[in-house]
T-cell receptor, first 114, second 113 residues
Framework: EAGVVQSPRYKIIEKKQPVAFWCNPI?????LYWYRQNLGQGPELLIR????????DSQLPKDRFSAERLKGVDSTLKIQPAELGDSAVYLC????????????FGPGTRLTVL | AQSVSQHNHHVILSEAASLELGCNYS??????LFWYVQYPGQHLQLLLK??????LVKGIKGFEAEFIKSKFSFNLRKPSVQWSDTAEYFC???????????FGTGTRLQVTL
């Protein structure tokens, strides 16, 4: 069974540039999560999707961050414009449903903003 | 809001030494508790979880954890570590019906030969 796939694995951009991250969850998993992991910290939830609906985006900085999950499968997280403080690892995770307590994580995208 | 504390930020052990990593959470209601591990260059993987029932849970690779409700703790243990256990370990909690995971800051374990 394929795991959660993310791309790119690494991204280096200059501040004020836009950037996008892509996630393909495990087949059949209805719930998708985006987390941000700052250096030396644990992951923090940015947004959670149930199928194509964003049901918890309270931690998403909506002035510059946006996300979508068209058709309830793949998801894209975008930052525009990026700031120096956005440098982090962006993790995607999925679970069968919101009732399922186990989340499966992808390898993450390491973003460096110069 | 719930929070998770991992008091050991960096632990160095020799092979065959015993391991205990501390994890405390702050939430008074029903909790589900997890330990995730991240080996160098790899993604986060579930090590073990407590959902209900027996407070002593066993996970992969000889790890176990004990949920002590009165102490709000979920410490991770292994009787004899191996060099291959070198990794970062994260404790996480979700509460009741919520599916949001709250993570601790992680403990970096380094096992020397």
């Amino acid at each position: 069974e394929a795991g959660v796939v993310q791309s790119p694995r690494y991204k280096i951009i200059e501040k004020k540039q836009p950037v996008a991250f892509w996630c393909n969850p495990i087949s059949g998993h209805n719930t998708l999560y985006w987390y941000r992991q700052n250096l030396g910290q644990g992951p923090e939830l940015l947004i959670r999707y149930e199928n194509e609906e964003a049901v918890d985006d309270s931690q998403l900085p909506k002035d510059r961050f946006s996300a979508e999950r068209l058709k309830g499968v793949d998801s894209t997280l975008k930052i525009q414009p990026a700031e120096l403080g956005d440098s982090a690892v962006y993790l995607c995770a999925s679970s069968l449903s919101s009732l399922s307590k186990e989340q499966f994580f992808g390898p993450g995208t390491r973003l460096t903003v110069l | 809001a719930q929070s998770v504390s991992q008091h050991n930020h960096h632990v160095i052990l020799s092979e065959a030494a015993s391991l205990e990593l501390g994890c405390n959470y702050s939430y008074g209601g029903t909790v589900n508790l997890f330990w995730y591990v991240q080996y160098p260059g790899q993604h986060l993987q579930l090590l073990l979880k407590y959902l209900s029932g027996d407070p002593l849970v066993k996970g992969i690779k000889g790890f176990e954890a004990e949920f002590i409700k009165s102490k709000f703790s979920f410490n991770l243990r292994k009787p004899s570590v191996q060099w291959s256990d070198t990794a970062e370990y994260f404790c996480a909690v979700n509460t009741g019906t919520a599916s949001k995971l709250t993570f601790g800051t992680g403990t970096r374990l380094q096992v020397t030969l």
